[in-house]
T-cell receptor, first 116, second 113 residues
Framework: KAGVTQTPRYLIKTRGQQVTLSCSPI?????VSWYQQTPGQGLQFLFE???????NKGNFPGRFSGRQFSNSRSEMNVSTLELGDSALYLC???????????????FGQGTRLTVV | QQQVKQSPQSLIVQKGGISIINCAYE??????FPWYQQFPGKGPALLIA?????SEKKEGRFTISFNKSAKQFSLHIMDSQPGDSATYFC????????????FGAGTILRVKS
């Protein structure tokens, strides 16, 4: 069974640009969450999608957005990039249900974004 | 109140020894407590998880001890091996906030051979 796939693995962008990151969850998983990992702030929750709907959102500015497609694949977008957006962006996949039961979250290898 | 405090920040253990990492939380609404292991260049991998109705859970060399009254939980790695050298994160989540995981700051474990 394939794991969570994130593309691309590495990205270098310039301040002011925008970027789109992609996540393919484990087959059959319907919930996708995104996290930002930095040395200073650690692992922070960005948002969660379930059945194409945003179910939960962290404390990030509106420049961070996401979406989920009917096949459960998800993308996140960061507009007007800032130097502080340099981080490892991680996607987590869960089976998910229509309720908000906690289930195991499986992470991808992440996309390393560097803003210069 | 949504924070999870993790200690120590780093830990050096001899091969064969016991590694112990501790976490504390404030919000009693947390109802799921997983531990993750992360190697450089990789995403976090789920090691073991516990719910508050259980005081201890063991999977192989990994054990979670949970103290509900003290609002603390810990990870014990028995017979630590050099291959266990990694960063370990505790986390917590609650049904009220869906599946949002709140992570501790992480512990860098080094097992010396």
């Amino acid at each position: 069974k394939a794991g969570v796939t994130q593309t691309p693995r590495y990205l270098i962008k310039t301040r002011g640009q925008q970027v789109t990151l992609s996540c393919s969850p484990i087959s059959g998983h319907r919930s996708v969450s995104w996290y930002q990992q930095t040395p200073g702030q650690g692992l922070q929750f960005l948002f969660e999608y379930f059945s194409e709907t945003q179910r939960n959102k962290g404390n990030f500015p509106g420049r961070f957005s996401g979406r989920q497609f009917s096949n459960s694949r998800s993308e996140m977008n960061v507009s007007t990039l800032e130097l502080g957006d340099s981080a490892l962006y991680l996607c987590a996949s869960r089976t998910g249900t229509s309720s908000v039961e906690n289930t195991e979250a499986f992470f991808g290898q992440g996309t390393r974004l560097t803003v210069v | 109140q949504q924070q999870v405090k993790q200690s120590p920040q780093s830990l050096i253990v001899q091969k064969g020894g016991i590694s112990i990492i501790n976490c504390a939380y404030e919000n009693t609404a947390f109802d799921y407590f997983p531990w993750y292991q992360q190697f450089p260049g990789k995403g976090p991998a789920l090691l073991i998880a516990i719910r508050p109705d259980v005081s201890e859970k063991k999977e192989g060399r990994f054990t979670i001890s949970f103290n509900k009254s003290a609002k603390q939980f810990s990870l014990h790695i028995m017979d630590s091996q050099p291959g266990d050298s990694a960063t370990y994160f505790c986390a917590a989540s609650m049904r009220e906030y869906g599946n949002k995981l709140v992570f501790g700051a992480g512990t860098i474990l080094r097992v010396k051979s």
